[in-house]
C-alpha cells in the first residue's frame, strides 16, 4: 500500500528496486510513514471531542434547512438522525452498493444519545416537520380504520361483518404493539412497498413494538436487513402474514438508558446496525439555547425536496459515493490497525453501510448530482458514529474482547508441544504460570510425563527429552501423531500391525527356501 511513498521517501535504483539513503534511516522511514497514515485519517476518535462536522457546502442544502431552526448545540447531534425520517420517503427505488448488491432506503436507524435536559426533545419537532405529509395520509387511513370499527359494532351478531380495509399507516404512533406493526407492514407491502416510519422518544419504548426486549435483537436486525417477519397465529384474532419489513427508526435515550437497552446487544449484529449521535454534556453556560418555528416559507421549501425524494423510483449506481465507499472501508482497515481494535473493525462496516445510504440520500435531494461537500459530509457520518459508539460503549465492548481472548488463553493447550526438544523443569514452570496454572504442580506433571514415556530424564544433562514414540505419535493413548497430525492409531492396532509383518517375514523366508537360494 504504502510503497509509492517508499520511492519518493528512500528512491529507486535504475531497476526500480528500493534501496536506502545514507540520510534516511529506518527509524525515521518508519515515523514519517505512521505520520501519513494517520494524517490521511481525517478526524481523530480517539480523543472525548465529538468529530467536527465539515462545512455544508453545495449539494446539502436540504440538510442546512432542516437546520436552520434547530438550536446550535443540537446541530452536529441531529444531522445523523436526518436521514432515517428522509429515506422513509422514498419507496421502489434501489441502489448499488460497492459489493455489487442492490439495497433499498429502509432499515435505517439512528439512536440520538444525551443527557437528561439537553434538548433531545427537538428531534420530534423536526420529525414532525419533515412528516407532515404522512400525518395527512395516515389521518384519511384512520377515517377508514375508524368506520369499519364503527360498522362491526353496530352490525348484529347474525349478520356478516364487512371485511377489513387495506390500510397502511406511514407514520404511525410511537406507542405500536408487535402486531399492529407486523400489520401495519403487511398494508405497506401490500399498498406501494412504502416504508413505515417510527419515531420512539424513549428507547425503552421499542420493547413493546418487537414483542419484548428478548426480541429486540431479532426484530431490529430484520428491519435493518429488509427480511421477512413472518406471523403465524392458531386463531382468527391473531395476525398472519409474512411482510417485508420496510421501516426506519429513530430512537432517543440517556447514556445510562442506552448503556443498559444494548448491553446484552454488543456482539450478535444488533449494535452495529444501529448508529449513534452522542451530545456529550458541555460547559455550564447558562444561557437558553434558541430555537426558530416551522413557518410556512419552511414549509414551502421543504416539500420541493420531499418531492424529489417521493418521485425518486428505479435502480441506481452512484459511481462517486462508491468509489468514497472502497476508500472509506481501506481508511478503517487502517484506523482498526492503528489502533489494533477488531472490534472498532467489526462495527465500522456498518457504520459505513449507513453512511452510503445517506449519501444517496444527498445525491436524489441534489438533482442526482454528486458534490464534494456531500462526500465530506457521509465521511464524516462515519467517524461520528463510530466516535459515538465508542464515547459510549468502550468499556463494554473491551470486556468482550478481554473475555474471548482469556478464554482463549485459558483453552486447553498441550504444553509438551509448546516447550522446547529438551527442556528443562524451569521451563516447564514458567510456561504453567503464564497459562494460569499452579507451580506446585510442575513435578507431577513431570513424573505422569515421565510414566507414559513422553519424556525421558538424561542424568548427564538434567534435561528432559521427547521420546521417539511420543514425537511420531504411537505412544499417546488417543493415537494423535506429532508429525503431522496424521493417527499413530491404538496399542491394539499396533500389535496387529506387528503380526502382520511377522507372517509377511515368514512367507519370504519360505520362497526363498523354495527357490534354494
Not at 224 to 238: F, K, M, S, V
Not at 392 to 408: G, R
Amino acid at each position: 500500500r504504502w510503497n509509492g511513498t517508499l520511492k519518493k521517501l528512500i528512491g529507486t535504483t535504475g531497476t526500480g528496486t528500493l534501496h536506502p539513503t545514507p540520510l534516511l534511516s529506518k527509524r525515521l522511514i518508519i515515523n514519517k510513514l505512521r505520520k501519513m497514515k494517520t494524517n490521511n485519517l481525517k478526524y481523530n476518535i480517539t480523543i472525548s471531542t465529538a468529530p467536527k462536522m465539515p462545512k455544508l457546502g453545495k449539494g446539502t442544502e436540504c440538510v442546512q434547512l432542516l437546520l436552520s431552526q434547530v438550536s446550535k448545540d443540537m446541530h452536529e447531534p441531529l444531522v445523523p438522525m436526518l436521514f432515517p425520517i428522509l429515506g422513509a420517503q422514498v419507496s421502489e427505488a434501489k441502489f448499488q452498493y460497492p459489493d455489487l448488491s442492490w439495497k433499498e432506503l429502509c432499515g435505517m436507524m439512528a439512536n440520538l444519545v444525551a443527557d437528561s435536559g439537553c434538548n433531545k426533545g427537538q428531534l420530534s419537532n423536526i420529525v414532525e416537520a419533515i412528516c407532515h405529509n404522512f400525518r395527512e395520509h395516515d389521518e384519511k387511513e384512520l377515517e377508514k380504520l375508524v368506520e369499519w370499527q364503527r360498522q362491526m359494532k353496530t352490525k348484529s351478531a347474525n349478520k356478516e361483518k364487512p371485511a377489513r380495509p387495506d390500510v397502511s399507516f406511514w407514520f404511525p404512533p410511537s406507542d405500536v404493539t408487535n402486531a399492529a406493526f407486523i400489520q401495519n407492514a403487511m398494508g405497506c407491502e401490500k399498498l406501494g412497498e412504502k416504508t413505515q416510519y417510527l419515531n420512539l422518544p424513549e428507547v425503552e419504548m421499542a420493547d413493546r413494538m418487537c414483542g419484548g426486549h428478548k426480541q429486540i435483537s431479532q426484530m431490529l436486525r430484520n428491519i435493518y436487513d429488509r427480511q421477512r417477519a413472518g406471523a403465524l397465529r392458531a386463531t382468527a384474532d391473531g395476525i398472519t402474514g409474512n411482510p417485508v419489513l420496510r421501516a426506519n427508526l429513530t430512537l432517543s435515550s440517556t447514556p445510562f438508558a442506552a448503556r443498559k437497552f444494548y448491553k446484552n446487544e454488543l456482539f450478535n449484529g444488533t449494535f452495529g446496525r444501529m448508529v449513534f449521535s452522542y451530545k456529550a454534556r458541555q460547559a455550564r453556560v447558562g444561557k437558553i439555547p434558541r430555537q426558530g418555528e416551522y413557518d410556512a416559507d419552511f414549509f414551502e421549501k421543504l416539500d420541493e425536496y420531499l418531492v424529489k425524494l417521493s418521485i425518486c423510483k428505479g435502480r441506481f449506481i452512484i459511481k462517486p459515493l462508491n468509489k468514497l465507499t472502497d476508500r472509506l472501508a481501506a481508511d478503517m482497515a487502517t484506523l482498526a490497525d492503528l489502533t489494533d481494535d477488531d472490534v472498532l473493525w467489526d462495527i465500522s462496516k456498518r457504520s459505513i453501510v449507513s453512511a452510503w445510504k445517506a449519501g444517496c440520500l444527498l445525491w436524489v435531494l441534489h438533482d442526482q448530482t454528486w458534490t464534494k461537500a456531500m462526500g465530506e459530509l457521509v465521511e464524516w457520518l462515519v467517524y461520528h458514529d463510530i466516535w459515538s459508539k465508542m464515547q459510549l460503549f468502550a468499556d463494554l465492548l473491551n470486556q468482550d474482547a478481554d473475555s474471548v481472548s482469556e478464554a482463549q488463553r485459558r483453552g486447553p493447550k498441550n504444553l509438551l508441544d509448546d516447550l522446547p526438544n529438551p527442556f528443562n523443569e524451569a521451563q516447564l514452570e514458567s510456561l504453567r504460570l503464564q497459562l494460569g496454572k499452579s507451580k506446585d504442580g510442575t513435578k507431577g506433571q513431570i513424573r505422569k510425563w515421565v510414566f507414559r514415556k513422553f519424556i525421558t530424564l538424561s542424568a548427564e544433562t538434567g534435561l528432559y527429552t521427547k521420546t521417539g514414540e511420543y514425537l511420531t505419535g504411537n505412544g499417546t493413548s488417543d493415537g494423535i501423531a506429532r508429525n503431522g497430525g496424521k493417527s499413530g492409531g491404538s496399542g491394539r492396532k499396533k500389535k496387529e500391525a506387528d503380526a502382520d509383518g511377522q507372517k509377511e517375514m515368514a512367507t519370504d523366508a519360505k520362497k526363498k527356501k523354495g527357490k534354494g537360494i
